[in-house]
Protein backbone atom coordinates (compact mmCIF):
# COMPACT_ATOMS: atom_id res chain seq x y z
CA UNK A 1 0.00 0.00 0.00
CA UNK A 2 1.59 3.42 -0.75
CA UNK A 3 1.69 6.64 1.48
CA UNK A 4 -1.20 7.85 -0.54
CA UNK A 5 -3.61 4.87 -0.53
CA UNK A 6 -2.87 4.46 3.23
CA UNK A 7 -3.20 8.52 3.82
CA UNK A 8 -6.84 8.64 2.46
CA UNK A 9 -7.61 6.58 5.21
CA UNK A 10 -9.59 9.04 7.68
CA UNK A 11 -7.13 9.64 10.37
CA UNK A 12 -9.76 8.90 12.51
CA UNK A 13 -10.72 5.36 11.25
CA UNK A 14 -6.75 4.23 10.86
CA UNK A 15 -5.64 1.10 12.30
CA UNK A 16 -2.03 0.50 13.80
CA UNK A 17 -1.50 -1.57 10.91
CA UNK A 18 -2.50 1.25 8.56
CA UNK A 19 -0.51 3.38 10.81
CA UNK A 20 2.72 0.93 10.41
CA UNK A 21 1.84 0.66 6.63
CA UNK A 22 1.94 4.23 6.51
CA UNK A 23 5.47 4.31 8.21
CA UNK A 24 6.99 1.26 6.12
CA UNK A 25 5.83 3.69 2.82
CA UNK A 26 7.21 6.82 4.15
CA UNK A 27 10.34 5.40 4.79
CA UNK A 28 10.70 3.99 1.34
CA UNK A 29 9.54 7.44 -0.03
CA UNK A 30 11.24 9.58 2.00
CA UNK A 31 14.61 8.12 3.92
CA UNK A 32 16.76 8.44 1.38
CA UNK A 33 16.72 12.36 1.02
CA UNK A 34 16.08 12.55 4.58
CA UNK A 35 19.56 11.04 5.48
CA UNK A 36 21.21 13.32 2.91
CA UNK A 37 19.24 16.28 4.42
CA UNK A 38 20.50 15.56 8.40
CA UNK A 39 23.75 14.28 6.53
CA UNK A 40 24.19 18.14 6.20
CA UNK A 41 22.81 19.09 9.32
CA UNK A 42 24.90 17.41 11.54
CA UNK A 43 28.20 17.91 9.67
CA UNK A 44 28.54 14.72 8.09
CA UNK A 45 28.10 12.54 11.54
CA UNK A 46 26.40 9.40 9.67
CA UNK A 47 25.36 7.91 13.13
CA UNK A 48 23.84 11.10 14.30
CA UNK A 49 21.81 11.73 10.97
CA UNK A 50 20.00 7.89 10.79
CA UNK A 51 19.58 8.51 14.64
CA UNK A 52 17.31 12.05 13.31
CA UNK A 53 15.89 10.05 10.57
CA UNK A 54 14.52 7.22 12.70
CA UNK A 55 13.41 9.49 15.05
CA UNK A 56 11.71 11.72 12.65
CA UNK A 57 9.78 8.68 11.26
CA UNK A 58 9.25 7.63 14.95
CA UNK A 59 7.58 11.16 15.58
CA UNK A 60 5.68 10.29 12.11
CA UNK A 61 4.18 7.00 13.22
CA UNK A 62 3.15 8.51 16.89
CA UNK A 63 1.43 11.21 15.22
CA UNK A 64 0.10 9.50 11.96
CA UNK A 65 -3.64 9.80 13.75
CA UNK A 66 -3.37 13.39 13.16
CA UNK A 67 -1.33 13.52 9.59
CA UNK A 68 -3.23 14.88 6.40
CA UNK A 69 -2.45 13.86 3.77
CA UNK A 70 -4.31 14.82 0.51
CA UNK A 71 -3.85 13.27 -2.95
CA UNK A 72 -1.04 14.47 -4.84
CA UNK A 73 0.72 16.07 -1.81
CA UNK A 74 3.57 14.92 0.06
CA UNK A 75 4.55 14.86 3.77
CA UNK A 76 8.01 15.61 3.47
CA UNK A 77 8.18 19.27 4.09
CA UNK A 78 6.45 18.53 7.34
CA UNK A 79 9.06 15.47 7.35
CA UNK A 80 11.83 17.86 6.74
CA UNK A 81 10.73 20.18 9.33
CA UNK A 82 10.79 17.86 12.38
CA UNK A 83 14.45 16.22 11.26
CA UNK A 84 15.70 19.99 11.55
CA UNK A 85 13.96 20.60 14.67
CA UNK A 86 15.49 17.33 16.09
CA UNK A 87 18.64 18.31 15.07
CA UNK A 88 18.43 21.94 16.43
CA UNK A 89 17.25 20.36 19.76
CA UNK A 90 20.10 17.93 20.09
CA UNK A 91 22.12 20.49 19.67
CA UNK A 92 20.43 22.83 22.39
CA UNK A 93 20.96 20.26 24.40
CA UNK A 94 24.52 19.22 23.84
CA UNK A 95 25.11 23.66 24.60
CA UNK A 96 23.00 23.11 27.71
CA UNK A 97 25.32 20.60 29.67
CA UNK A 98 29.03 20.47 29.99
CA UNK A 99 31.44 19.04 27.10
CA UNK A 100 31.40 15.54 26.98
CA UNK A 101 34.68 13.48 26.95
CA UNK A 102 34.84 9.98 25.06
CA UNK A 103 37.05 6.89 26.43
CA UNK A 104 39.34 7.64 23.55
CA UNK A 105 40.63 11.37 24.30
CA UNK A 106 41.00 9.94 27.82
CA UNK A 107 42.93 7.14 26.78
CA UNK A 108 45.22 9.53 24.98
CA UNK A 109 46.18 11.41 28.14
CA UNK A 110 49.16 10.28 30.31
CA UNK A 111 47.97 9.08 34.27
CA UNK A 112 49.41 11.09 36.70
CA UNK A 113 52.50 8.26 37.05
CA UNK A 114 52.99 8.78 33.55
CA UNK A 115 53.49 12.43 33.91
CA UNK A 116 55.44 12.15 37.03
CA UNK A 117 57.58 9.71 35.34
CA UNK A 118 58.34 11.83 32.62
CA UNK A 119 58.88 14.93 34.27
CA UNK A 120 61.73 12.73 36.59
CA UNK A 121 63.43 11.72 33.77
CA UNK A 122 63.91 15.35 32.26
CA UNK A 123 65.25 16.19 35.54
CA UNK A 124 67.79 13.57 35.67
CA UNK A 125 68.95 14.21 32.11
CA UNK A 126 69.49 17.74 32.98
CA UNK A 127 71.23 17.25 35.79
CA UNK A 128 73.38 14.19 34.20
CA UNK A 129 74.09 16.90 31.40
CA UNK A 130 75.22 19.02 34.54
CA UNK A 131 77.85 17.03 35.86
CA UNK A 132 81.59 15.82 34.01
CA UNK A 133 81.82 13.19 31.79
CA UNK A 134 83.65 10.91 33.66
CA UNK A 135 81.02 10.54 36.16
CA UNK A 136 78.87 10.45 34.06
CA UNK A 137 80.36 7.41 32.17
CA UNK A 138 80.60 5.85 35.77
CA UNK A 139 77.05 6.11 36.71
CA UNK A 140 76.61 4.90 33.23
CA UNK A 141 78.51 1.75 34.05
CA UNK A 142 77.66 1.36 37.40
CA UNK A 143 73.85 1.92 37.09
CA UNK A 144 72.76 1.61 33.59
CA UNK A 145 74.46 -1.36 32.56
CA UNK A 146 74.29 -2.95 36.27
CA UNK A 147 77.96 -3.80 36.77
CA UNK A 148 79.98 -3.70 39.97
CA UNK A 149 82.72 -1.73 40.71
CA UNK A 150 85.49 -3.93 39.54
CA UNK A 151 83.25 -4.65 35.89
CA UNK A 152 83.27 -0.85 35.66
CA UNK A 153 86.77 -0.54 36.53
CA UNK A 154 87.69 -3.11 33.77
CA UNK A 155 85.55 -1.55 30.83
CA UNK A 156 86.88 2.46 31.75
CA UNK A 157 89.99 1.22 32.42
CA UNK A 158 90.82 2.34 35.58
CA UNK A 159 91.41 1.40 39.31
CA UNK A 160 88.50 0.27 41.36
CA UNK A 161 89.11 3.11 43.84
CA UNK A 162 88.62 5.63 41.31
CA UNK A 163 85.09 4.07 40.25
CA UNK A 164 84.40 4.59 43.87
CA UNK A 165 85.45 7.90 44.27
CA UNK A 166 83.77 9.06 41.19
CA UNK A 167 80.76 6.97 41.57
CA UNK A 168 79.98 9.03 44.94
CA UNK A 169 81.23 12.54 43.73
CA UNK A 170 79.14 12.33 40.69
CA UNK A 171 75.80 11.27 43.08
CA UNK A 172 76.29 13.72 45.38
CA UNK A 173 76.50 16.28 42.31
CA UNK A 174 73.34 14.80 40.96
CA UNK A 175 71.09 15.13 44.43
CA UNK A 176 72.70 18.73 44.56
CA UNK A 177 71.31 19.60 41.20
CA UNK A 178 68.19 17.78 41.20
CA UNK A 179 67.64 19.62 44.79
CA UNK A 180 68.22 22.98 42.75
CA UNK A 181 65.71 21.77 40.06
CA UNK A 182 63.31 21.26 42.67
CA UNK A 183 63.02 17.67 41.94
CA UNK A 184 64.03 16.45 45.31
CA UNK A 185 64.13 17.99 49.01
Do not use: C
Not at 132 to 151: C, K, S, T
Amino acid sequence: MSVSAVATIEPATRTPRDRDELIRSLYAEHAGPLLAFTLGLTGGDRHKAEDVVQETLVRAWRNADKLHIEEGTSLRPWLVAVARRIVIDNHRRRKARPTEVDDAVLATLPAPDEIERITSSVAVQRALRSIGPAHREVLFEMYFRGGNGEQAAARLNVPVGTIKSRVYRALRMLRAELEQQGVIK
